[in-house]
């Protein structure tokens, strides 16, 4: 066998990477050439869904990452640590890496690319982003001539799963998201996924490779599903929108600072991402000369990932059969300077509020006058029905400065007649 892979985890992921090379046949035919050499995990007598040669199999992640045997590391473990410091390992001891992990390329991207340049070897991540979608490489490669302009996704198959869930079968949040986790989707912290940070490690490694920077992950505004309810959701298909959490990235109009965040949205039913259901993920990429192009698929699950994680293999030992010792330009990371964050203030969108009141004469006029005060005009105000002796309205506002409509519901708070904003949703 020509080249030699180490790959340390055997779990989702790391179970359908091997499923995968190990069964070339009708697969492009380089793939015969590549050898499971070594696979690192934790608990050496668990019972595996794949059979290995016990020689193969190892809990010592270290000796994988120093072996000279070895080309090509796949860091499949997931988490911080031990995978930040097995990959600077790995790169240190001149191994070609590819991983699965945004956690870890999101926080120390700079560490890891800044060492890999230094020791010229490649470290690939298409399987971080978008599952089985192949979005990294077209950012990287295809797309790389065109000023892109914006970046919005889907991106997190276990909250598209259960917001798709909720909506459809009327499921409750919990029992969702065990299924979720049950189908391997999840973070071994779902977490993760559940308040966007997943979402955000992200959209942080695409805004970098569109927007060609680096991206500090605390400069992603980030808002999770949990405060999202039946109700939103029934809202909003009423009002002709479903709910999507949405990852962002997009260059301000007047500026060259980037607005980066994800939240759930209310997407209208007719937008290409409104279709997008189950674990499903797809991610809207808008450039000039292109116009808009969009990346769809299995955004989580063994096989899916798999793909991803197999076709870096492949693109790193197709370059290495070439002989050539001078890295690739287009599958090298090499971005220094940072880019700019917008203020979420500043951030022009439509919102969607749900407020719960008094049913007295004047509330819809009073809370009128408050987003006028304001400056935020109203697409539209449904009041449907009397909760608990407590009338429930609900705003669409038009385009307005997230700033200004901060600065109503301020005003809005302070009216006796207002007993809670039970949501805050931003729209598409
Ligand atoms: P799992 O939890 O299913 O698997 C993790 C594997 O790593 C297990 O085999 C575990 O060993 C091993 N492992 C964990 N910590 C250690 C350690 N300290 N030493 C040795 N082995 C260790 O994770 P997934 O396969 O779901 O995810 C792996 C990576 O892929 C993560 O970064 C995740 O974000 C990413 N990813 C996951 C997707 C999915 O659909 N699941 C999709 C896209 C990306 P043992 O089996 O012995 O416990
Ligand atoms: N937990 C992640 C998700 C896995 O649900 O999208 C894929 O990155």
Not at 78 to 106: C, W
Not at 240 to 267: D, E, Q, W
Request: charged share 20%; net charge negative.
């Amino acid at each position: 066998m020509a080249f030699k892979v180490g790959i340390l985890g055997l779990g989702t992921v790391g179970t359908g990477t091997v499923q995968l090379l190990l069964d070339p046949t009708g697969r492009q035919a380089l793939l015969k050439e590549v050898e499971v050499y070594k696979v690192g995990v934790k608990s050496p007598d668990k019972t595996r869904a794949v059979s290995l040669p016990t020689a193969v199999v190892t809990t010592d992640l270290e000796a994988i990452v120093k072996d000279p045997a070895v080309d090509i590391v796949v860091e499949l473990i997931g988490g911080l640590e031990p995978a930040r410091s097995l990959i600077l390992q790995a790169i240190n001891n001149g191994k070609h890496v590819v991983t699965a992990n945004k956690a870890v390329i999101a926080r120390f991207g700079d560490e890891i690319f800044t060492a890999a340049n230094a020791a010229g070897v490649y470290v690939m991540l298409e399987a971080a982003v978008g599952g089985g979608i192949p979005v990294i490489q077209p950012l990287k490669q295809s797309l790389s001539v065109n000023r892109i302009t914006a970046v919005t996704g889907i991106v997190n198959g276990t909250t598209n799963y259960i917001l798709t869930a909720m909506r459809d079968r009327g499921s409750d949040f919990a029992e969702v998201l065990a299924e979720a986790q049950q189908l391997g989707y999840a973070e071994a912290d779902p977490t993760a996924d559940v308040d966007g940070l997943d979402a955000a490690d992200k959209i942080a490694i695409l805004a970098s490779l569109a927007f060609g920077g680096r991206i500090k992950l605390q400069d992603v505004y980030c808002e999770g599903i949990r405060n999202v309810s039946k109700a939103d959701i029934n809202y909003a298909e009423k009002l002709g929108f479903v709910i999507k959490l949405l990852a962002i990235a997009k260059k301000a109009h007047s500026s060259n600072s980037l607005s980066l965040r994800v939240h759930p949205t209310l997407v209208p039913q007719s937008h290409p991402l409104a279709s997008i259901n189950g674990v499903y993920n797809a991610i809207l990429v808008e450039g000039e000369p292109l116009g808009q192009v969009m990346f769809f698929g299995p955004g989580a699950g063994a096989g899916a990932t798999a793909s991803a994680v197999v076709s870096d293999i492949l693109a790193i030992a197709a370059t290495l059969k070439t002989g050539t010792t001078k890295p690739h330009p287009l599958m090298s990371c090499s971005h220094q300077e940072y880019c700019e964050k917008a203020p979420m203030e500043d951030l022009v969108t439509r919102f969607y509020a749900r407020f719960l009141t008094q049913d007295h004469p004047g509330v819809i006029g009073k809370l009128g006058t408050c987003f006028g005060n304001c400056g935020v005009s109203l697409e539209s105000v449904v009041q449907t029905g009397i909760h608990d002796n407590l009338a429930e309205i609900v705003v669409v506002t038009h385009d307005v400065r997230e700033g200004d409509f901060n600065a109503s519901l301020a005003e809005i708070r302070a009216l006796p007649a207002i007993s809670s904003i039970a949501s805050l949703l931003r729209v598409l």
